[in-house]
């Protein structure tokens, strides 16, 4: 997927519950692929078993949450970014 081209770098994909249109299914699908190219810079695989509502989950440089409602970016979001940032650079 065109997210491994991310790789080293930190990636986190948020997606919305009801944002059907951008496939939040397909999204973590692509995250989960995406870090099979992280596990060459030694980092964890990404869980495949898509997360709950409001679940964030982690392996290493790579995230993925899923929040409830549609396409937009919320606070939520943000806090999700900045916890997977403080996590995997320290805070």
Do not use: I
Request: with cysteine; net charge negative; proline share 7%.
């Amino acid at each position: 997927t065109v997210l491994a081209l991310v790789a080293p770098r930190l990636l986190h994909v948020a997606s919305g519950s009801t944002d059907f249109w951008a496939d939040p299914m397909g999204e973590h699908r692509s995250t989960v692929l995406a870090s099979e190219v992280y596990r060459l810079y030694g980092n964890p695989a990404m869980a495949e078993a898509f997360p709950e509502v409001n679940s964030p989950v982690t392996a290493g440089a790579v995230g993925y949450h899923l929040r409830q409602g549609p396409h937009l970016l919320t606070e939520y979001d943000w806090l999700c970014l900045a916890e997977h940032v403080d996590a995997f650079y320290g805070k």
